[in-house]
């Protein structure tokens, strides 16, 4: 099973993209992230005829998270728990069958938190404690289990061209490197650095400053496992390339293959 997390940054400006996608990589699973339309707007007909099932929570101009899938899903959950006045749409999850059993799969969009200290700061480590509890829960089921998504956080150094650019942002900022440790030290696995500890490995380039022309990026896209799909893990890629297409996103897909 191949499974994609892509932040497309508006799903409808980047329609041909996403198709193009589907086309040359052929993923069995594909989370989106940041779709910046509701439900009703998501192009399902465009994507007819793909072969992929899709499962949305929209979000008028903002955020938005949706899971494809060339098999249908079962179990689909809207919503991370812990907080019933949240409405940002901002978490999917669903089961996934493979040739040899499920998958369980969060698509996750994890809060900016920028400015810190602010609200928003404050509402991005209260919802990584909810994702910790979440998570916690999920592992006692003993499932192959994969979180995927943008999760607005460099967890070390090297994952940043220029670490210095970074220290007073809320993506790079102690406390919410220590909450994704924590995420890890509840058993999970990092699929990435599972593969390799190299540097220069990003996944995100900013728009300004000829970032991607400098290769001045991030890595914030993160594939997260359970110890049962981490003992299925195959590969891992990075497709860089979509980042040079004609108005790409400022993301790129993260792909992972597991023998389920």
């Given at each position: 099973?191949?499974?994609?997390?892509w932040n497309?940054?508006?799903?409808?400006?980047?329609?041909?993209?996403?198709?193009?996608?589907?086309?040359?990589?052929?993923?069995?699973?594909?989370?989106?992230?940041?779709?910046?339309?509701?439900?009703?707007?998501?192009?399902?007909?465009?994507?007819?005829?793909?072969?992929?099932?899709?499962?949305?929570?929209?979000?008028?101009?903002?955020?938005?998270?949706?899971?494809?899938?060339?098999?249908p899903?079962?179990?689909?959950?809207?919503?991370?728990?812990g907080?019933?006045?949240?409405?940002?749409?901002?978490?999917?999850?669903?089961?996934?069958?493979?040739?040899?059993?499920?998958?369980?799969?969060?698509?996750?969009?994890?809060?900016?938190?920028?400015?810190?200290?602010?609200?928003?700061?404050?509402?991005?480590?209260?919802?990584?404690?909810?994702?910790?509890?979440?998570?916690?829960?999920r592992?006692?089921?003993?499932?192959?289990?994969?979180?995927?998504?943008d999760?607005?956080?460099?967890?070390?150094?090297?994952?940043?061209?220029?670490?210095?650019?970074?220290v007073?942002?809320?993506?790079?900022?102690?406390?919410?490197?220590?909450?994704?440790?924590?995420?890890?030290?509840?058993?999970?696995?990092?699929?990435?650095?599972?593969t390799?500890?190299?540097?220069?490995?990003?996944t995100?380039?900013?728009?300004?400053?000829?970032?991607?022309q400098?290769?001045?990026?991030?890595?914030?896209?993160?594939?997260?496992?359970?110890?049962?799909?981490?003992?299925?893990?195959?590969?891992?890629t990075?497709?860089?390339?979509?980042?040079?297409?004609?108005k790409?996103?400022?993301?790129?897909p993260l792909?992972?293959?597991?023998?389920?």
């Amino acid at each position: 099973m191949r499974i994609a997390t892509w932040n497309v940054n508006s799903v409808k400006q980047r329609q041909e993209h996403l198709l193009r996608f589907l086309k040359e990589e052929a993923p069995d699973v594909v989370c989106l992230q940041e779709l910046k339309c509701q439900d009703d707007a998501f192009p399902r007909l465009e994507l007819d005829g793909t072969g992929y099932n899709i499962a949305v929570r929209g979000q008028k101009s903002f955020n938005g998270v949706a899971i494809l899938s060339k098999r249908p899903m079962e179990d689909i959950q809207l919503r991370l728990p812990g907080d019933d006045s949240d409405e940002q749409a901002r978490f999917i999850e669903a089961l996934v069958p493979g040739d040899k059993g499920v998958v369980r799969i969060a698509c996750i969009y994890l809060p900016n938190g920028n400015p810190a200290p602010s609200e928003k700061y404050s509402y991005k480590l209260a919802w990584m404690d909810r994702l910790h509890a979440h998570t916690r829960a999920r592992l006692r089921e003993e499932e192959p289990f994969v979180i995927a998504g943008d999760f607005n956080v460099i967890p070390e150094p090297k994952d940043a061209a220029r670490p210095e650019q970074w220290v007073n942002d809320a993506l790079f900022l102690p406390p919410t490197r220590e909450k994704f440790r924590s995420l890890l030290h509840l058993g999970l696995c990092d699929a990435l650095r599972a593969t390799t500890d190299a540097d220069g490995i990003y996944t995100f380039w900013d728009y300004q400053a000829g970032a991607w022309q400098k290769n001045n990026g991030i890595r914030i896209d993160h594939m997260l496992l359970s110890p049962q799909a981490a003992d299925r893990l195959r590969s891992v890629t990075v497709v860089r390339h979509t980042r040079g297409w004609d108005k790409p996103s400022d993301h790129v897909p993260l792909m992972a293959e597991l023998d389920v």
